[in-house]
């Protein structure tokens, strides 16, 4: 076998064993993202909490962000704003509760430029995914919208205080009822298995060492010219 030959065939074979190392790295992200993808809904699966009880008296949260919430309140639409970037708009009306706080409801959505339903009045049991107030985004909200994303910090300026620190999105069925389409609902990212994660970058460092090892190897065979001669032995010369 030539030198050139056995240098291909190790850099080969390290890239082949690279390879299965960065799909076996891809495959723990996959399960990573899916631990994620579960435990959010599962938050959102569990049985609802009165949304009351779950704030203390300074306005701190428990851990209720992403999960379902009951709460008893009167829906305020003089103050009810049009949320979005698209040409479909997320319909947000606070609601004063019982015990004299405030909080947004995302009553679901309507296409821009159309009739929005109006609120059900009176005092209203209400169920609804828990959300933390969206992040900012550099988009504009689009024509007919009030703002671009439900940001609890802007609302709290114009709105009743106190305004507590997140909102409230109803489901499709429960929007339907009040005439509305269902609105976008994006759960919050939750922390899944940081096993897999760990497990996913020691792969793709095996498979960094497995193409360097491959490297060094085959800079290690050496060419035909560059080995030594052979060494012949001298006749020994006899007197006879």
């Known amino acids: 076998m030539t030198p050139r030959l056995r240098r291909v065939l190790i850099m080969l074979a390290s890239a082949v064993v ?5 799909i076996l790295g891809l495959w723990q992200m996959h399960s ?3 631990s994620t993808r579960d435990v959010s809904a599962e938050r959102a ?3 609802p909490v009165v949304l009351e009880d779950q ?25 009810e704003v ?26 679901g959505s309507v296409d821009a430029g159309g009739v929005v339903a109006a609120a059900p009045e009176g005092e209203q049991s209400i169920e609804g995914i ?5 992040k900012t985004s550099d988009d504009r909200a689009s024509a007919g919208a009030d703002m671009a994303t439900v940001r609890i910090q802007a609302l709290a300026q114009e709105w ?7 909102y409230v999105t109803l489901s499709e ?46 800079r290690g065979v050496k060419d035909d010219e560059d080995a030594p001669p052979a060494q012949v032995d001298n006749p020994v010369m006899t007197n006879t």
Not at 18 to 22: F, G, H, K, L, P
Not at 84 to 89: A, E, N, P, S, V
Not at 130 to 134: C, E, G, T, V
Not at 179 to 208: D, I, K, M, N
Request: net charge negative; proline share 5%.
């Open 160 to 166: 009743p205080t106190p305004l507590l620190g997140g």
């Open 82 to 107: 049009l949320v979005g970037t698209t040409d479909t708009l997320r319909v947000v009306t606070p609601v004063q509760l019982t015990d004299g706080r405030y909080v947004a409801v995302v009553r």
């Open 32 to 34: 990573y993202e899916e």
């Open 173 to 218: 069925a429960d929007s339907a009822a009040q005439g509305l389409g269902a609105a976008s609902l994006t759960l919050p990212e939750a922390e899944g298995s940081a096993t897999h994660r760990g497990y996913a970058l020691q792969w793709w460092v095996f498979a960094a060492g497995a193409i360097a090892f491959g490297v060094y190897a085959a």
């Open 18 to 22: 690279a390879a299965v190392m960065v």
């Open 45 to 47: 699966a569990e049985a």
């Open 55 to 79: 704030v203390s008296d300074d306005g701190t949260m428990s851990d209720i962000y992403g999960k379902p919430v009951t709460l008893t309140g009167v829906y305020l639409p003089e103050d």
């Open 130 to 134: 828990f959300l933390a107030s969206d």
